[in-house]
């Protein structure tokens, strides 16, 4: 499985390789936790993945790891609306809109307002 994967991590669409990953965590059973850290590594280094849409295609198809694929694709689409809110809290501050606003909107304090200003800068 790990062959695998390394091998097509850098395909063009790695969505292409996903009936036959799924054919793999079936057919070579490795421990949960090795299955979680192999999906989190394709999240992170595979090309052209909605990470979210892959893992929930993937669970539908495991049924086997299907409860950590849904919690991955979880995780994914949680992080993806987080780095959104980051994008949009920096673009309102670039604007010029007053930090009260900006944390009213976003939810973020203080803290995390000057750690988005001073990557913005």
């Given amino acids: 499985m ?3 994967v390394q091998k097509h991590i850098r395909d ?14 079936e057919l070579t059973p490795p421990g949960k936790e090795l299955v979680v850290c192999l999906m989190h590594y394709l999240a992170q280094e595979a090309n052209s993945l909605d990470p979210e849409i892959f893992f929930r295609n993937l669970g539908r198809n495991t049924p086997r790891y299907k409860e950590e694929m849904m919690t991955i694709a979880e995780h994914w689409k949680l992080k993806g ?24 909107v976003t939810g973020f304090g203080d803290a995390e307002l000057d750690a988005l200003a001073d990557a913005g800068a």
Avoid: P
């Fill in 12 to 25: 063009r669409d790695i969505n292409l390789r996903l009936r036959d990953i799924a054919l793999l965590l």
């Fill in 2 to 4: 790990l062959e695998y």
């Fill in 81 to 104: 609306r987080n780095e959104r809110d980051k994008e949009i809290a920096r673009n309102m501050l670039a604007m010029g809109l007053d930090r009260a606003t900006v944390s009213q």
